[in-house]
Each structure stands twice: as C-alpha cells, then as structure tokens.
C-alpha cells in the first residue's frame, strides 16, 4: 500500500503561510492525495484533494510535484485557529476496493 | 441530522464484554467509513460500505470486530470481548458517492474505554 510520510510537528507565526509537506512516493496510478485536519476533540475536517494537478479552495492551495511523489499543502495565512493535526491521506485501489491510507499527521501550531 | 452522528458519545466497558457502536450517516449518502484513532496515534482505516456491503474487511484488526449496515443508512460497528488494545476513538464518515472524488465528512466520534 501506499504510504505517506508527514514530520510530527511544526510551527508556523500568525499570518504568515504554513506548508506541510507529505511524501508518497510509492503512490501510483489513479491514486488520490487528500489532506484532513483534527483540531482537538473534534473529527477530522477535509480540506483538499487532488490527482495531478495543483489545487486550490478557500482554505488551502495542493501542490502535487510532477512525478507525484510528495505533496505540499499551503495554508496561505495561518491563524491560531489553523492549530491542528494534518493528515495526508493516499487513497488506494487495491483487489477491487478502496483504502483510505492516513499518515501519522503533522501537528501543527500557529504561534501568535 | 445535518451531520454524521455517534453514538455513544462515551462508553466505557469492563474487558471482555461486548460493545456495539453506532453511525447515522448523513442523509443519502451512500459510502460509509469506519476508522480508529488510539491516543496519539493517527487515524486507522478499519473498513467501508458502499450502500450495504462492505467488500474488503481486511482493515478490521481482529475477528472481534464486525461491522454491519442495513438500509443503506445506518451502521453499526460491533467489539466482541473487548480488549484493553480496543480502547481509543472510533470515527465515522459518510460520503455522497463511493469512491469519495469529494470529501467525506466525519463524525465526532465514540470514545471507548475498555477497563
């Protein structure tokens, strides 16, 4: 299976851009990249999924490298708010069905 | 509901006893995941439904573990003879489709205490 690997911990200043990096470099074929958060307590909260292509929403941008073996996930202006555990997950097919591969997650905090 | 609902919110439970779990989907959705959060540690994926059949159970840890889902809403996830190694957080999610190209979104979670 695929697997992805985050570092345990970051820190990143209020407003600044926070990037959490994330590499899957067994990821292949059709295989999604998704990035969740956990802020404490409360159940994981999507943010972003892409295949190929950069992505971009109203909370976060995706940067997927050409070869799609890592991943960068851009928080363009950090508040203390965005103090969470993020996941990077690989969706994979495998034997038919699908698995939802959450790495270890990257515990990040916004410093004020 | 508007959300993926829970319950118990909290169980604790003696060892060896058993436990049933329960998922309220959001309305119309089609998917539903079962993941496991023990503390500290990420999320584990344990095993999902597409309306009602789950076609790979190899996520669950054990033969301890089942899981089922009638009408293609609710779903409940079964502990027989409960561990301590069992105690952690155990999450829902549903998604509109299957396979989610969009996201899922979770539930807040059981949290489950095996003594």
């Known amino acids: 299976d695929a697997k992805t690997t985050q570092p345990p911990s970051m820190d990143c200043a209020e407003g600044r851009a926070a990037n959490l990096p994330c590499n899957h470099s067994t990821i292949s074929g059709n295989e999604y990249v998704y990035w969740y958060r956990q802020i404490h307590s409360q159940g994981p909260q999507y943010i972003i999924h892409g295949l190929k292509n950069n992505e971009t929403n109203e909370m976060a941008s995706l940067i997927i490298t050409e070869d799609r073996k890592s991943s960068t996930l851009i928080l363009p202006h950090a508040t203390l708010r965005d103090t969470a555990v993020y996941y990077c997950?690989?969706?994979?097919?495998?034997?038919?069905?699908?698995?939802?591969?959450f790495g270890t997650g990257t515990r990040l905090k916004v410093l004020a | 509901g508007a959300g993926v609902s829970q319950s118990p919110s909290n169980k604790v439970t003696e060892k060896g006893k058993d436990v049933e779990l329960r998922c309220d989907p959001i309305?119309?959705?089609?998917?539903l995941y079962w993941y496991r959060q023990s503390l500290g540690q990420g999320l584990e994926f344990l095993i999902y439904?597409?309306?009602?059949?789950?076609?790979?159970k190899s996520g669950l840890p054990s033969d301890r573990f089942s899981a089922e889902r009638t009408g293609g809403s609710v779903s409940t996830l079964t502990i027989q003879r409960t561990q301590q190694e069992d105690s952690a957080v155990y999450l829902c999610?549903?998604?509109?489709?299957?396979?989610?190209?969009?996201?899922?979104?979770f539930g807040q979670g059981t949290r489950l205490t095996v003594v």
């Open positions: 439904f597409q309306g009602n059949s789950a076609p790979d």
């Open positions: 997950i690989v969706r994979v097919r495998t034997s038919g069905t699908y698995k939802y591969i």
């Open positions: 309305s119309g959705h089609t998917a």
């Open positions: 999610a549903s998604s509109l489709v299957f396979p989610a190209d969009t996201e899922a979104f």
